[in-house]
T-cell receptor, first 112, second 113 residues
Framework: DTGVSQDPRHKITKRGQNVTFRCDPI?????LYWYRQTLGQGPEFLTY????????KSRLLSDRFSAERPKGSFSTLEIQRTEQGDSAMYLC??????????FGQGTRLTVV | KQEVTQIPAALSVPEGENLVLNCSFT??????LQWFRQDPGKGLTSLLL?????REQTSGRLNASLDKSSGRSTLYIAASQPGDSATYLC????????????FGKGTLLTVNP
């Protein structure tokens, strides 16, 4: 059990570019979540996967955002045509049903 | 809509002091409550999970209590150490949404040597 792994840890991109983040959950955790955190705030829910199925997307997730979890293993979060307002920490978490959620170290996105 | 509030927003204590962090939530229909620790620029470290049917959970110097009916939880830290300095976040999972966590803004704890 190596914990939740996220890559990259930091990403600086120009406005209008596309970015993709990767999350590797704890093995055998069938639940995977993405959250976004801005400075001084708690994390906000973005989306949830149970195995490979994306079961809920927050209204925060505009149509420029897409997430996938092929084969129910790792997940990717893509942001198209990035905007300065997308600058935040993107956190991935995983869990078993009814148990504690474990978070990764996050990807810090800066849009310049 | 569930709202989670953490008081105080910041707390500074001398090393060795016992302290309590507070978390309140507006909708008592919760499935469980979880406490996390976050170091600057880092992800979240899971500390304790309390199911709605439980009153408290303990891990080492940490003790978390839950009063579901009054919408409150406390995190008690005994014999604080400088290494405990971090932001502490509480999050609730509401009934009917057994996967989404709603977070407070956190309490920034500083333990001075």
């Amino acid at each position: 059990d190596t914990g939740v792994s996220q890559d990259p840890r930091h990403k600086i991109t120009k406005r209008g570019q596309n970015v993709t983040f990767r999350c590797d959950p704890i093995s055998e955790h069938n639940r995977l979540y993405w959250y976004r955190q801005t400075l001084g705030q708690g994390p906000e829910f973005l989306t949830y996967f149970q195995n490979e199925a994306q079961l809920e997307k927050s209204r925060l997730l505009s149509d420029r955002f897409s997430a996938e979890r092929p084969k129910g293993s790792f997940s990717t979060l893509e942001i198209q045509r990035t905007e300065q307002g997308d600058s935040a920490m993107y956190l991935c978490a995983s869990s078993r049903p009814d148990s504690m959620a474990f978070f990764g170290q996050g990807t810090r996105l800066t849009v310049v | 809509k569930q709202e989670v509030t953490q008081i105080p927003a910041a707390l500074s204590v001398p090393e060795g002091e016992n302290l309590v962090l507070n978390c309140s939530f507006t909708d008592s229909a919760i499935y469980n409550l979880q406490w996390f620790r976050q170091d600057p620029g880092k992800g979240l470290t899971s500390l304790l999970l309390i199911q709605s049917s439980q009153r408290e959970q303990t891990s080492g110097r940490l003790n978390a209590s839950l009063d579901k009916s009054s919408g409150r939880s406390t995190l008690y830290i005994a014999a604080s150490q400088p290494g405990d300095s971090a932001t502490y976040l509480c999050a609730v999972r509401i009934e009917g949404s057994n996967y989404k966590l709603t977070f407070g803004k956190g309490t920034l704890l500083t333990v001075n040597p």
